[in-house]
């Protein structure tokens, strides 16, 4: 397969866009780690909603698919980057959601993505 110009310069803007990506994860505090993107993932999209998703470590766990011990380490790095806050509490079960600055990093991430779409 012969790659064009176009190819290639879509290829170059995707390089950059990735690149681009990896400095978000950075501020949001997912450091590249996939699970921490996942979980984080699930907050973010629930964080719309009126009240924003609150999530127990056996809800993420059994939506990731992550075993429990996984979610807690996971949960305490995006707590460090302030990604994600205790919210309240039910019974013994702690709920954990997303904070401003989780959102404002993850909307980040998807402006990136729809600026390199409409490119």
Do not use: C, H
């Not at 505090?29 to 993107?37: H, L, P, T, Y």
């Not at 979980?39 to 924003?52: M, R």
């Amino acid at each position: 397969m012969k790659k064009t110009a176009d190819w290639l310069a879509r290829r170059d803007a995707a390089l950059v866009l990735l690149r681009r990506l990896r400095e978000v994860d950075q501020r949001v505090g997912v450091k590249n780690s996939r699970i921490a993107f996942d979980v984080a993932l699930l907050f973010y999209e629930g964080s719309g909603a009126v009240p924003p998703t609150a999530l127990s470590v056996d809800q993420i766990a059994a939506l990731t698919g992550y075993s429990g011990p996984t979610v807690r380490l996971v949960l305490k790095r995006l707590m460090e980057g302030e990604v994600v806050a205790t919210s309240r509490r039910v019974g013994k079960t702690q709920l954990y959601e997303m904070t401003a600055k989780g959102r404002t990093g993850f909307d980040g991430y998807v402006t990136a993505i729809l600026e390199f779409n409409a490119g």
